[in-house]
């Protein structure tokens, strides 16, 4: 399909299509084969032909050593990477560490860019995005957050308890959304403040155990569930304006959310790959499964409903460029985790066997897959804003206020 894509954006992902095809893909069939993880030194490896091919972060301005790549030329290299298990980390464009990037890059200040962006663009650092809190605190109606941030002299004293926070116990630093003005609106009164996870009071309880987690690398990631007991940092490891935590958060995860779509749609569409490969050899009741027209009919099915998908999360893009594309952004994130969803179910049901097995990827992409239709936004929480839009009962002092940041960003680009 041709989705006019400019020639930078074709030619880059082209580029990642056949360092994925030569050097990644392959190692991730070996470590499905023997069980044996890929290393800590194999990811640097990965790492260093990602920079000799200038694909190492394509998200990332040149300076900080990425690519440069604007949006909306960065997300079809994003599908080819989710063809992989290895894709995203291989070119250090993996989630939360992607997102995390953009943020501070975005509104951080050049102290926090010199001191925790620039490493962590070139893998010296981990980072995690804690956000998410258990049962009563802040998840879907992020509004109802508890952990608190309340100013002592030059410092912030955090106190609150989370969890889901990804890569949170390998994390160097953690983005942390708090509380700190208890009589505003949370909408007003929300901070996103940069806590060292080596700060006295920062407590990692443990990895939430969940599904998915393939264990295809030495270092598990994982979900943390976190405690910060008075942790005390200083005001100015505040990122971006205060009170301003949830229209930076909404600026973080509506790029995310995008960015994730197109990895999906690349593991959707390695899926199809293997299954028509798989049904065209695979005979039975006189002819190759490719020839069943009930099947035939269900990869028709698949392919029409994937090109909708990429070319959802497409127009959202080019959307997310002039303006807040909440709508639009919700719409893609919703349709194309059910997509995506749908088509890995059906590529493993085309297998049989071999597709319940960890030989194949399929058995993994499937319990990578699932919780797609709960993080960055679970299927209720974007339908919800899409039938509020659709009904036209959304809230326009919410959509005021991310517009008013959002015109404040385009002016500080002018400005530059």
Known sequence: MEYHDSETAQEVAARVESFMDEQ????????????????????????????ERN???????????????????????????????????????????EGNMHTLELVGTEAQKEEWLRPLVQGEISSA???????????SDPKMLQTTAQKDGDEWVINGHKWWT????????????????????????????????????????????????????????????????????????????????FRVAQMR??????????????????????????ISEREGFGSTLSEKQALRHRIADAETRLHAARATSRHAARELDRSD????????????????????DLAIQCCGANGIGKDLPLAHFYENVRPFRIVDGADEVHRRSIARWAFDDVDETEIENVLRFDEKRRVDALDE
């Open 55 to 97: 694909l190492f972060a394509p998200q990332m301005p040149e300076e900080y050593g990425g690519q440069g790549l604007d949006f909306q030329d960065m997300l079809p290299s994003f599908e080819q990477v989710g063809r992989s298990l290895l894709g995203a980390l291989s070119i250090r464009a993996n989630a939360p560490h």
């Open 129 to 139: 995005f804690s956000m998410t809190e258990p049962m009563g605190g802040g998840g």
């Open 166 to 245: 990804s890569d949170g116990a390998d994390a160097d630093f953690l983005l942390v959304m708090a509380r700190t003005d208890l009589d505003a609106h949370p909408y007003e009164g929300t901070s996103i403040i940069l806590v060292p996870t080596d700060t006295d009071g920062v407590n990692v309880v443990r990895n939430v155990g969940h599904l998915g987690g393939h264990g295809i690398t030495e270092r598990t990631g994982g979900h943390a569930e976190v405690k910060y007991e008075n942790v005390r940092v200083p005001v100015e490891n505040t990122v971006g304006e205060e009170g301003a935590g």
């Open 24 to 51: 990644v893909i392959p190692r991730e069939r070996e470590a499905l084969r023997t069980g044996e993880p890929v290393s800590e030194a194999e990811i640097a490896e990965f790492w260093e032909m990602a920079k």
């Open 253 to 278: 995860l509506g790029g995310g959310r995008l960015t994730h779509c197109m990895r999906y749609s690349g593991m959707a569409e390695r899926s199809l790959e293997i299954a028509k490969a798989y």
């Open 325 to 344: 594309a909440r709508i639009e952004v919700a719409m893609a994130k919703n349709f194309t985790a059910n997509v995506t969803n749908e088509i890995i």
